[in-house]
C-alpha cells in the first residue's frame, strides 16, 4: 500500500505509475475521499472537545440547569454518535480505495502490455541439440513409471499428479540442494504454515484482487492455503519494530503452493507446467527502507538462482517484465525462464520481485533507524528452486538417447552418488 501522503504529493506519478501497469485507477475519487475524510476529522475533534466541556458543565452548574444541560448533552452526543459512524465508513471506504492503489513502478521497467513485451537481458547457455528424437517429460515420466497423472486427477481433478520412484527423489534432491545453498549463503531457513488468515493475503498484496487464485477454507475458517512461501515469510514480523542492527533479515523456505490457476482453462493441459500444488524454495528479505539497497538485493537474489540453475546445468534467460505484466504490488521484477525442449521455448520458473515498503506498510512491518526514527521496512523475495517446472527442465534437458537421465553433479550427493537414473529402454 502507497503512504496517503505519497499520494496526495506525487498524484501524477501515481496515475502515471497505474497505466503504466494497464491497472484501472479512479485516483480523483480516492482524494476526495480522503479530503472529506480529513475535513471531517478535524470537525469530529472539535465536537469531541465541545461535548467533553459540556461534560464539565454540568457539573459546575446550578442543580435547576443541570437538567436541560444533560438533555442537550446527551442529544450532542447522539449527533456525535452518528457521525464517527459515519466517519468510520468513509474510513474504511478509503482503506479499500488505498488497496487497490498499485505501487509506482521503477523508471527501468519497460513498457508493454503483457508478458510477450517483456525484455530479455541475459541469456546463460545454449539449448541442447539433440542427436536423436528426444521425449518430453510426460513420456519420459510414464515410461519409467514416475509421473501418474491419470491418478492423480482421479483423486483430486485435473492439473492433479503423483510423483514417484527416482523423480520423487529427484525432486527432493533438488530443493534441499536450493535450500543447503542459501543456508550457507547466510539465510534463516524456515518451516512456514501454509494455511494463513486472510488479513495476511491482504497484507502481502494477493488480496483483494488475487481472490480467484487462491485456494479458500470453508465458512468456518477465515483461512488461505498460500502459492508461495513468501506469504507466510514476509508476514513474519507483522506488526513488528524490528532495530535497524537487526536488518537485513534473510530468510528461506520450502513449502508446499496451492493456486487455482483460474482463467487458464484449456492452456498447458498436458504434462506439468500449469498444475494445482507443487513445491518450492523461496527467499525472502526484510530490509531498512533504502532504494539503493533494495536493487542491490534484488541482484543479488536474481544471482541465487541463477547459480542453482548454472549448477544443474540449464539453459535459462532472464526477463525484465514490462508494466503490463508486473502486478500491482512490484516497484520491479525480474523472471527467469528455463529452456524446456517440448515446448521449444523458455517457460517462467523463478520470478524475483522488489516491493519497497508497499507489503510492510500494509503489514505494520517496521524498524527503528540510528537516530530513534521508526520507518517502514523495505521487503523482496524470489523463487530459489520450484517443482515440477525444474523437473521438466531436468528430465528434458539431460535426458540419454537409451532413455535414461543424466543427474547434475550437484544433486548427486542427494541421490546416492547415482550420475543417472532410469533404466536402458
Same mark, same amino acid.
Given at each position: 500500500m502507497l503512504d496517503i501522503k505519497f499520494i496526495r504529493q506525487h498524484p501524477d506519478l501515481v496515475r502515471a505509475g497505474a497505466a503504466k501497469k494497464r491497472i484501472p485507477l479512479d485516483l480523483e475519487q480516492l482524494l476526495e475521499l480522503d479530503r472529506v475524510v480529513r475535513e471531517e476529522g478535524?470537525?469530529?475533534?472539535?465536537?469531541?472537545?465541545?461535548?467533553?466541556?459540556?461534560?464539565?458543565?454540568?457539573?459546575?452548574?446550578?442543580?435547576?440547569?443541570?437538567?436541560?444541560?444533560?438533555?442537550?448533552?446527551?442529544?450532542?452526543?447522539?449527533?456525535?454518535?452518528?457521525?464517527e459512524e459515519a466517519q468510520a465508513a468513509r474510513e474504511e471506504a478509503l482503506k479499500e480505495l488505498l488497496l487497490r492503489v498499485p505501487n509506482v513502478p521503477a523508471p527501468e521497467v519497460p513498457e508493454g502490455r503483457d508478458d510477450s513485451e517483456n525484455v530479455e537481458i541475459k541469456r546463460w547457455g545454449e539449448p541442447r541439440k539433440f542427436d536423436f528424437e528426444p521425449l518430453d517429460h510426460?513420456?519420459?515420466?510414464?515410461?519409467?513409471?514416475?509421473?501418474?497423472?491419470?491418478?492423480?486427477?482421479?483423486?483430486?481433478?485435473?492439473?492433479?499428479?503423483?510423483?514417484?520412484?527416482?523423480?520423487?527423489?529427484? +525432486?527432493?534432491?533438488?530443493?534441499?540442494? !536450493? %535450500?543447503?545453498?542459501?543456508?550457507? &549463503?547466510?539465510?534463516?531457513?524456515?518451516?512456514?504454515? *501454509?494455511?494463513?488468515?486472510?488479513?495476511?493475503?491482504?497484507?502481502?498484496?494477493?488480496?483483494?484482487?488475487?481472490?480467484?487464485?487462491?485456494?479458500?477454507?470453508?465458512?468456518?475458517?477465515?483461512?488461505?492455503?498460500?502459492?508461495?512461501a513468501e506469504v507466510p515469510v514476509t508476514a513474519l514480523h507483522q506488526d513488528e519494530i524490528l532495530s535497524?542492527? +537487526?536488518?537485513?533479515?534473510?530468510?528461506? !523456505? %520450502?513449502?508446499?503452493?496451492?493456486? &487455482?490457476?483460474?482463467?487458464?482453462?484449456?492452456?498447458? *493441459?498436458?504434462?506439468?507446467?500449469?498444475?494445482?500444488?507443487?513445491?518450492?524454495?523461496?527467499?525472502?528479505?526484510?530490509?531498512?527502507?533504502?532504494?539503493?539497497?533494495?536493487?542491490e538485493h534484488h541482484h543479488a537474489i536474481v544471482k541465487n538462482a541463477e547459480d542453482v540453475l548454472q549448477a544443474c546445468e540449464l539453459p535459462y534467460r532472464i526477463v525484465n517484465v514490462c508494466g503490463g505484466d508486473l502486478g500491482a504490488p512490484q516497484i520491479q521484477k525480474f523472471d527467469i525462464e528455463t529452456w524446456m525442449p517440448?515446448?521449444?521455448?523458455?517457460?517462467?520458473?523463478?520470478?524475483?520481485?522488489?516491493?519497497?515498503?508497499?507489503?510492510?506498510?500494509?503489514?505494520?512491518?517496521?524498524?527503528?533507524?540510528?537516530e530513534g526514527t521508526v520507518r517502514v521496512c523495505h521487503t523482496l523475495n524470489n523463487t530459489v528452486a520450484a517443482s515440477v517446472r525444474m523437473l521438466i527442465a531436468l528430465l528434458e534437458n539431460h535426458q540419454n538417447a537409451d532413455r535414461t537421465v543424466a543427474i547434475p553433479a550437484v544433486l548427486r550427493p542427494y541421490l546416492g552418488g547415482r550420475a543417472r537414473i532410469g533404466q536402458p529402454r
Amino acid at each position: 500500500m502507497l503512504d496517503i501522503k505519497f499520494i496526495r504529493q506525487h498524484p501524477d506519478l501515481v496515475r502515471a505509475g497505474a497505466a503504466k501497469k494497464r491497472i484501472p485507477l479512479d485516483l480523483e475519487q480516492l482524494l476526495e475521499l480522503d479530503r472529506v475524510v480529513r475535513e471531517e476529522g478535524q470537525v469530529l475533534d472539535k465536537l469531541r472537545s465541545e461535548a467533553n466541556a459540556k461534560a464539565k458543565e454540568i457539573g459546575k452548574a446550578p442543580a435547576e440547569q443541570r437538567a436541560a444541560l444533560a438533555e442537550e448533552a446527551k442529544r450532542a452526543k447522539g449527533e456525535l454518535k452518528q457521525r464517527e459512524e459515519a466517519q468510520a465508513a468513509r474510513e474504511e471506504a478509503l482503506k479499500e480505495l488505498l488497496l487497490r492503489v498499485p505501487n509506482v513502478p521503477a523508471p527501468e521497467v519497460p513498457e508493454g502490455r503483457d508478458d510477450s513485451e517483456n525484455v530479455e537481458i541475459k541469456r546463460w547457455g545454449e539449448p541442447r541439440k539433440f542427436d536423436f528424437e528426444p521425449l518430453d517429460h510426460i513420456a519420459l515420466g510414464e515410461l519409467h513409471d514416475w509421473i501418474d497423472v491419470q491418478r492423480g486427477a482421479r483423486i483430486s481433478g485435473s492439473r492433479n499428479y503423483f510423483l514417484k520412484g527416482d523423480l520423487s527423489l529427484l +525432486e527432493g534432491a533438488l530443493l534441499r540442494y !536450493a %535450500l543447503d545453498l542459501m543456508v550457507q &549463503r547466510g539465510f534463516v531457513p524456515l518451516s512456514v504454515p *501454509t494455511l494463513v488468515r486472510s488479513e495476511i493475503m491482504v497484507g502481502t498484496g494477493y488480496f483483494p484482487g488475487g481472490e480467484e487464485q487462491a485456494y479458500r477454507c470453508d465458512a468456518r475458517d477465515d483461512l488461505c492455503l498460500v502459492g508461495t512461501a513468501e506469504v507466510p515469510v514476509t508476514a513474519l514480523h507483522q506488526d513488528e519494530i524490528l532495530s535497524a542492527a +537487526e536488518l537485513p533479515k534473510k530468510y528461506v !523456505a %520450502l513449502s508446499s503452493c496451492y493456486r &487455482r490457476e483460474a482463467g487458464t482453462y484449456g492452456k498447458d *493441459t498436458r504434462g506439468l507446467y500449469r498444475v494445482h500444488q507443487f513445491q518450492k524454495v523461496e527467499q525472502v528479505i526484510v530490509d531498512v527502507a533504502d532504494p539503493a539497497r533494495s536493487l542491490e538485493h534484488h541482484h543479488a537474489i536474481v544471482k541465487n538462482a541463477e547459480d542453482v540453475l548454472q549448477a544443474c546445468e540449464l539453459p535459462y534467460r532472464i526477463v525484465n517484465v514490462c508494466g503490463g505484466d508486473l502486478g500491482a504490488p512490484q516497484i520491479q521484477k525480474f523472471d527467469i525462464e528455463t529452456w524446456m525442449p517440448s515446448r521449444q521455448n523458455y517457460g517462467e520458473t523463478h520470478s524475483a520481485s522488489r516491493f519497497h515498503d508497499y507489503q510492510a506498510r500494509r503489514l505494520n512491518m517496521r524498524y527503528r533507524d540510528a537516530e530513534g526514527t521508526v520507518r517502514v521496512c523495505h521487503t523482496l523475495n524470489n523463487t530459489v528452486a520450484a517443482s515440477v517446472r525444474m523437473l521438466i527442465a531436468l528430465l528434458e534437458n539431460h535426458q540419454n538417447a537409451d532413455r535414461t537421465v543424466a543427474i547434475p553433479a550437484v544433486l548427486r550427493p542427494y541421490l546416492g552418488g547415482r550420475a543417472r537414473i532410469g533404466q536402458p529402454r
